[in-house]
């Protein structure tokens, strides 16, 4: 008898080596994330939609009522690709996020450029984002109001992206 007999995915089995990643050699290249970054098509649609990005952080620093905005220092949109297949996306900034303006630059942001190459993925290949734009003073978590007045922020920001994979940290 299996310990999967209620699992809604029977056929799954639970892994009990330790996972590491494969060499680069062994992933074919057509495994490969997305065209080449050096391609001039893929240069110039990445501008367009950075482009698109940057006036949709700027709208939504104006009209997010999100309380955290009075006690922050600046907003924290997202970064990265902005044609990114994997989004990441964390709870809220903290110190560093807030002084610096961009997520995860602080320790949890080494901690997240250690783990990508580890599974040979770079910041440059991903877009990160948070649930909350604006720092909690002190880093509690977020309350629901403060997530619910972001909501929006982020749910526009994906649908921009439009990205395969969303990995939520924390």
Known sequence: SSNNENSIFPFVQPMEAECFPAPSSLIPPYL???PSLESPWYTQGIERFRQDLEKLHKKWIEECRCELKKTAIQAVPGGGNPNAEIVFIGEAPGKKEDELGHPFVGAAGKFLDEMLELINLKREEVYITNIVKYRPPKNPDPLPEEKSACRA?????????????IIFLG
Do not use: H, T, Y
């Open 32 to 34: 490969s994330f997305g």
């Open 153 to 165: 922020w982020l749910q526009a920001e994906l649908k921009k992206i439009k990205p395969l994979l």
